[in-house]
């Protein structure tokens, strides 16, 4: 079984130190406030559980309604791969997966609605990894998004806790940055094989069926030289996940 703390990106845990000695501060301060507001506003709470779960149950209505359920009798070297890993991660509860259609859109993603977690994969993403047959490529994309739940990125108490955190100017957007460059290298490390983890990364970036076996790894790290300084700052705090010449890059730099 994985380490999952020894694998996490040491940005990460700076940020989420950062985020949660700031929040617990703010929790104990506004700790007699909230005691209030739930006495005393109850009912809304219970609004909010209400909620949540008629939003979880619609999620589930949506997925298995127009998406394809990854199990043992659908798509079984897919699952073969999902229930592996996420043996790997110690998840208790394999995330339900399923295969949605893209609609041009090569990506992927991790959500928890209430106590399930789940996984879509966009079937141009799918198509994209399984086209010339490079199944460790799709297993770094799916190590990544099961990374994500075994983290506790989608953990709806962990976010809670490092809520007020965020109230930190950019803080909160280089902790989601730091979250990505984590799961990656969980997705690298379930995978075992360096390569196929970075061309999976170029891949989405590519998003070319044609183009992808002539990917040059080398290369396309070389054009984080060509990002004006600046400007790259700028893009970065703006942005939710890091640029892909980065998170290839960290790979390339990886070791554990």
Known sequence: MKNIHALRHEKEKSYYTMMLIVSVVVWLLCSM????????????????????????MYFKAVVFGNSVHVNPNQFPEIHKIVTEQAKELGLANIPTVFVENGNGTVNAFAVKMLSKKYIILKSDLVDLMLRHGKTDEL????GHELAHHA????????????????IIPFIGGAYGR???????????VLT??????????????????????QINTQAFMEQENNIPELMGFIHKVFSSHPRMTRRVIELERYNG
């Not at 005691?35 to 939003?55: E, K």
């Open 33 to 56: 406030a909230v005691f209030a507001a739930i006495t005393f506003g109850l009912p809304f709470v219970l609004i909010a559980v209400l909620i949540s779960w008629l939003s979880g």
């Open 151 to 166: 983290a506790g990125h989608t953990a709806f108490f962990r976010n809670l806790l490092i809520l007020p955190g965020r």
């Open 192 to 213: 075992g094989n360096k390569s196929a983890a970075q061309n999976a990364l170029i891949a989405v970036a590519l998003g070319s069926q044609s183009l992808k076996t």
């Open 139 to 142: 297993a770094m994309i799916i």
């Open 178 to 188: 730091a979250c990505e460059l984590t799961a990656d290298r969980i997705g690298y």
